[in-house]
Nanobody, 118 residues
Framework: QVQGVESGGGLVQSGGALRLSCEGS????????MGWYRQAPGKERELVAD???????YVRATVKGRFPISRDNAKNKVSLQMTSLVPADTAVYYC????????????WGQGTQVTVSS
């Protein structure tokens, strides 16, 4: 079973920074896209940023320039460096890992809370 093991998150004041990391662990042939979604209370889950195995990235417009995404293929790890945080960034952040094992599958991390106080 493949899992996305998350670390990071927490409480920070507006203007602060946090770093989220996620490691894909388990049995797979190779990892495909990896990324981060978030879900605020009463809202739908939304894509924040993702990165391909080749390093191509997508970053949501509302966080572009503040949340660079990076990846270490040797460690099966994806990271999200969140800077200039604002209260609107408060949400549960979920790692999304897409992987190949005879077919393409996706799995989610357990979620990590990010709270930005004003």
């Amino acid at each position: 079973q493949v899992q996305g093991v998350e670390s990071g998150g927490g409480l920070v004041q507006s203007g602060g920074a946090l770093r989220l990391s996620c490691e894909g662990s388990g049995r797979f042939s190779m990892l495909h896209d990896m990324g981060w979604y978030r879900q605020a209370p009463g809202k739908e889950r939304e894509l924040v940023a993702d990165i391909t195995s080749g390093g191509g990235t997508y970053v949501r417009a509302t966080v572009k320039g503040r949340f660079p995404i990076s990846r270490d293929n040797a460690k099966n790890k994806v990271s999200l460096q969140m800077t200039s945080l604002v209260p609107a960034d408060t949400a549960v952040y979920y790692c999304n890992v897409n992987y190949w094992l005879a077919a393409l599958y996706a799995t989610w991390g357990q979620g990590t809370q990010v709270t930005v106080s004003s």
